[in-house]
């Protein structure tokens, strides 16, 4: 990557000899031999790097690292010192500077040093994007609805978030969110990092169903060089990843028993052990949680740890299936059209009174996810510029147990339905497993069970 270099130099050989070299890298420079005129070029070129000697006529380096740092804290700064000068060195770092050299200085170390905080600056700014991205699509605004149900799940959360700014110290408390797949609890949770305060900080999301239990531990947790056989190298845990921030664990009602003992302890004393570690780190980490399962049932039978549950439910949050919702389903089904017409190229695409009809009676048994994938298919099939009701394509199940008299007709959706309930038959309800069996995503298969009311307990 070609950057922009100020150097601030009073030794106009070295000064030359830096700026020939960085050139020949595919740089660009600017030099300066005073204090004065480094401030002035840097306010006229906005460097992407800076190489500044501490000895200048007019002053020393360092009070031009403060004097620049008042406005700029994302050029990379390098001190040029004399050697063995580490004083001015720490002072330096301590003002902003990012590195330091010592004099004599090395070509081909100016060099090096340049292309690595070239590419540090680099992947900040995609962090920076990314994170941006993530408060944009995140938050209370986008939870859409005003049914009274939706109402009151975001007073719930601005209760939680306003709780969590009067808190004096400590993490905040965890928090369960439940619900039906498909509700949006991976919203909620945003919403709940996003709008809080500890929204500058990571938000690390885990699905528990998505890993074999054999590695949930080493994600979460981390794990020393050697822990076991294919731990080749340290690794850092989310734990860890997400300290001073939020750590959203979807599908809880899955991870593993050991996992779930380990977790508590976090949740309890703020301290997490790598696998193969000796020693324990202290973490401060807000704990999110959701789960489409009945949680409380699996606890009473001893499939997940009571004393977890109770920890967990402290603070709980649940979401409203979309069937009680009232005229949310339109705003929904508005918003969605929105984005895919934009996605598709169909401006003039809307929703006739049919389909409105339509959307207000079928019962949503896949929620807002089964929505979101109607109106996308609507979108793209849609013959014209009307969605009529029978572009939507929708078919209320038959009940587990209870086929209608379509159920024995030769059709793609009965044979469908067919092939995934021998899946999770044959993997005893385990999702994952039924999914590789059929060759589809694990996504793909949560979304084609909501479309036939096939739940994973049914199976177990």
Not at 26 to 32: D, I, Q, R, V
Not at 92 to 97: C, D, F, H, I
Not at 336 to 363: E, I, K, M, Q, T
């Amino acid at each position: 990557m070609k950057a922009r270099i100020l150097i601030v130099e009073d030794e106009a050989l070295l000064a030359r000899n830096m700026a020939r070299y960085l050139e020949r890298l595919g740089h660009e420079t600017t030099s300066a031999p005073t204090r004065a005129e480094g401030i002035a070029r840097h306010d006229e070129t906005q460097p992407d790097v800076m190489l500044v000697d501490y000895n200048l006529p007019d002053g020393n380096g360092v009070d031009l690292i403060r004097h620049v740092r008042k406005s700029d804290l994302t050029t990379k700064i390098v001190m040029i010192t004399a050697h063995g000068n580490v004083a001015i060195a720490v002072e330096a770092m301590k003002a902003g500077a990012d590195d330091y050299l010592t004099k004599p200085v090395s070509l081909e170390e100016v060099g090096l040093l340049v292309e690595r905080l070239v590419s540090r600056s680099q992947a900040e700014e995609s962090l920076a994007y990314f994170r941006r991205r993530e408060e944009s699509r995140s938050g209370l605004e986008q939870i859409v609805g005003e049914a009274e149900a939706t109402a009151a799940m975001k007073r719930l959360i601005t209760q939680i978030l306003t709780m969590e700014r009067r808190q004096v110290s400590g993490t905040p408390p965890p928090v369960l969110i439940t619900g039906e797949t498909g509700t949006g609890k991976e919203l909620v949770a945003r919403a709940l990092h996003f709008d809080g305060v500890r929204r500058a900080a990571p938000f690390v999301e885990i699905n528990c169903a998505a890993l074999p239990a054999d590695l949930i531990e080493s994600e979460l947790f981390g794990h020393e060089k050697g822990a076991f056989t294919d731990a080749r190298d340290r690794r850092v845990g989310l734990i860890q990843s997400a300290d001073k921030g939020t750590l959203f664990l979807d599908e809880i009602g899955e991870m593993p028993l050991a996992a779930q003992a380990k977790l508590l302890k976090v949740l309890e004393d703020g301290r997490v052990r790598p696998i193969g570690g000796t020693r324990e780190r202290i973490v401060d980490v807000r704990i999110l949680a959701a789960t489409n399962a009945a949680i409380e049932d699996r606890a009473r039978g001893g499939e997940f740890r009571a004393d977890l549950y109770y920890r967990l439910r402290g603070v709980s949050v649940p979401t409203p299936p979309l069937r009680d919702r009232g005229d949310d389903v339109i705003l929904l089904a508005e918003h969605f059209l929105a984005s895919h017409r934009r996605r598709y190229g169909r401006p003039d695409l809307v929703l006739d009174d049919s389909a409105r009809a339509g959307l207000r009676a079928y019962s949503w048994p896949g929620n807002v996810r089964e929505l979101r994938n109607v109106m996308e298919q609507a979108a793209l099939l849609t013959v014209g510029e009307r969605i009529m009701a029978i572009d939507l394509n929708l078919r209320e199940p038959a009940p587990l147990g209870h086929p209608d008299a379509r159920s024995n007709a030769p059709t793609l959706g009965n044979a469908e339905r067919d092939l995934i309930v021998q899946a999770l038959k044959g993997a005893n309800g385990n999702v994952t497993v039924a999914a590789q069996a059929l060759g589809i995503s694990r996504d793909t298969l949560r979304y084609r069970m909501d479309r036939h009311s096939l739940r994973r307990g049914d199976f177990v």
